[in-house]
């Protein structure tokens, strides 16, 4: 994994502290800002595509027309060139719908702290080599994948969906859960209004509080739990990806 290609819907969903680990490893990583008019570049110089969340959903094509390239982008990427794919949330939706999936809002959307359950299939699942059955997480989703791309396997799920995680293939994941948090995080989205308007109607006025305090304290698990993840994509991606990519070095962010 020398190079990897981010696409990302607001500034504020980044990789997060998947950035130190791939600073660490002089990982360069360029990230795509299309809700801002940034062009997708030539997919040929990458060797990983991760995809971050976003305030939009997946059937929002007329407001948002380059949800269309980015789909297009997506499914050149995992079925054509069977490259690593990592979405998460957004990108986890975009992935199962990208590729003939279903995507629909919830009844009542999935926000706060709280945990998922891993599948048979993930405890020899590559990506989830050596986490618990239980995982904490951080939710934050009104949306949720309702029907499998062709070929799927479900690795993750909670009472509230079905589908919190699924693979594709050898080495495409979708997970709706967020992994990639720092100790900012909650702050930062909760500056968002379409955010925290979603956190309070499902958590109450003020909730954003005690969500960053729950955050906090759970931290150290969801870091640890963050790098096995990365490290498993990490090992994932080295397997998969094309040889003959120059490496250059990343500068480490702050976080």
């Known amino acids: 994994m020398k190079r990897v290609l981010v696409f990302q819907h607001i500034a504020i969903e980044h990789p997060g502290i998947f950035r130190s680990f791939m ?10 800002e299309l809700d801002e008019g940034e062009r997708i570049p030539a ?28 789909k297009r982008a997506i499914r050149e990427w995992v079925a054509l060139r069977r490259r690593p794919y990592l979405g998460l949330c957004l990108g986890h939706q975009l992935l199962a ?35 618990g059955p239980m995982l904490d997480c951080l939710q934050w989703h009104g949306c949720e994948v309702t029907g499998l791309p062709k070929d799927a396997t ?20 979708g997970l709706q859960y967020h992994v990639e ?8 989205w909760g500056a968002v ?10 958590c109450g006025r003020g909730a954003l509080g005690k969500l960053d305090a729950d955050a906090r304290a759970l931290m150290p698990a969801l870091a640890a739990n963050a790098r096995r993840l990365y490290d498993n994509f990490k090992a994932l991606a080295v397997a998969g990806a094309p040889a003959g990519h120059r490496r250059r070095v990343a500068s480490e962010p702050d976080i």
Request: charged share 25%; proline share 5%; aromatic share 8%.
């Open 23 to 32: 600073a660490a490893d002089g990982i360069t990583w360029d990230a795509v």
């Open 43 to 70: 997919l040929d110089p990458y060797d990983t595509l991760i995809v971050m969340g976003g305030p939009m959903d997946v059937f929002d094509e007329e407001q948002y027309p380059w949800l269309v390239e980015e």
């Open 97 to 131: 719908d990208a590729l003939g999936g279903k995507v629909e809002r919830m009844t009542t959307p999935e926000v706060g702290m709280l945990r998922v359950e891993t599948t048979e299939a993930a405890r020899t699942d590559a990506l989830f080599k050596g986490l």
């Open 154 to 173: 479900v690795l993750a799920r909670s009472p509230a969906c079905a589908v919190q995680a699924f693979r594709v293939g050898a080495n495409a994941y």
């Open 181 to 188: 948090l720092t100790s900012s995080t909650v702050a930062d």
């Open 193 to 202: 209004p379409i955010y925290t308007e979603s956190l309070e109607k499902s």
